[in-house]
């Protein structure tokens, strides 16, 4: 079975260090997402990427943050300079399409910014 | 913007129980609510979603039920097992078929099957 894939699982970076983040969604998907979930809150939306541009983005996705889909199959999130406040898990995610609502989430990158 | 408040935020039941999760959710143009499973060192999986046009779902041990009146969704677990422990998420997206899919996430519930 199809599954979104990312890398790496786990990222160590020092404040102020740029980092990124990889992700291989299903192969036929057409819409893409990032989301992160910080230690014992809530998954929360960062950004979604359809027809190769930004569709929707959330407050959290600043000037710091960007995507980009560089070839057929990856799709990155880039964090220029580092928060401590980055930490968290950053998960990506795809759909489909058309009549089909169903995200389909990787196993997602743990960043520890230090 | 939309808001997902789930409860409990822990669930301890005996195998062979059944477990219910609730969500609420705020804003009445939602219209798609997504159900997902996480497991340690996993990504969230979907185990079963629900469309605002159905009150209804079900898959074997599975099922969830939509209240639109009272903008509320449940998770409903029978016959559990022990491999059913993990933390369980609801959702919900805003006007799918108009929007790009944008899931509101409710806090998470960490179930535990005792065998």
């Known amino acids: 079975e199809p599954e979104v894939t990312q890398t790496p699982s786990h990222q160590v970076t020092q404040m102020g260090q740029e980092v990124i983040l990889r992700c291989v969604p299903i192969?036929?998907?057409?819409?893409f997402y990032w989301y992160r979930q910080i230690l014992g809150q809530k998954v929360e939306f960062l950004v979604s990427?359809?027809?190769?541009?930004?569709?929707?983005k959330s407050e959290i996705f600043d000037d710091q943050f960007s995507v980009e889909r560089p070839d057929g199959s990856n799709f990155t999130l880039k964090i220029r300079s580092t928060k401590l406040e980055d930490s968290a898990m950053y998960f990506c995610?795809?759909?489909?399409?058309?009549?089909?609502?169903?995200?389909?989430f990787g196993p997602g990158t743990r960043l520890t910014v230090t | 913007g939309e808001n997902v408040e789930q409860h409990p935020s822990t669930l301890s039941v005996q195998e062979g129980d059944s477990a219910v999760i609730k969500c609420t959710y705020s804003?009445?143009?939602?219209?798609?609510f997504p159900w997902y499973k996480q497991e340690l060192g996993k990504g969230p999986q979907l185990i079963i979603d629900?469309?605002?046009?159905?009150g209804e779902k079900k898959d074997q041990r599975i099922a969830v039920t939509l209240n639109k009146t009272a903008k509320h969704f449940s998770l409903h677990i029978t016959e559990t097992q022990p491999e059913d422990s993990a933390v369980y998420f609801c959702?919900?997206?805003?006007?799918?078929?108009?929007?790009?899919?944008?899931?509101?996430f409710g806090q998470g519930t960490i179930l535990t099957v005792h065998p």
């Open positions: 995610a795809s759909r489909r399409g058309g009549s089909s609502y169903e995200q389909y």
């Open positions: 192969s036929n998907h057409l819409y």
């Open positions: 990427f359809y027809n190769n541009e930004i569709s929707e």
């Open positions: 804003d009445s143009a939602s219209n798609y």
């Open positions: 629900i469309r605002s046009n159905v």
């Open positions: 959702a919900s997206i805003i006007g799918l078929g108009t929007s790009y899919g944008k899931l509101t």
